[in-house]
């Protein structure tokens, strides 16, 4: 028979709440791995075109890596790139 759950009750007062809710936040942002896109993925991630990201690319405007012969983009990446080229 497996063990009985363990049961935990914190109360919290409104501010300690706060304060909580946006360290787990932080806490999950940091350690969010949103992984590769490929090119499709990145032009709808930065609501442009294909032809729009192979241009980027092309001119070494835009962060990219390259994997057997496929274009792949960090979404980190290219949300640190959206921040700065709006």
């Known amino acids: 028979m497996p063990p009985e759950?363990?049961?935990l009750t914190v109360t919290l007062d409104p501010a300690q709440l706060e304060l909580v809710a946006n360290r787990v936040a932080?806490?999950?942002q940091e350690g969010?791995?949103?992984g590769f896109l490929d090119i499709d993925g990145a032009a709808n991630y930065l609501g442009r075109s294909k032809k729009s990201i192979y241009h980027?690319?092309?001119r070494h405007k835009l962060p990219h890596h390259r994997?057997?012969?496929?274009l792949l983009f960090d979404a980190k990446q290219l949300r640190v790139?959206?921040?700065r080229h709006g």
Request: aromatic content about 6%; cysteine-free.
């Open 56 to 58: 980027l690319v092309e």
């Open 5 to 7: 759950p363990l049961v």
């Open 26 to 28: 932080e806490l999950l």
């Open 67 to 70: 994997a057997g012969g496929r």
């Open 32 to 34: 969010r791995d949103d």
């Open 81 to 83: 790139w959206a921040e």
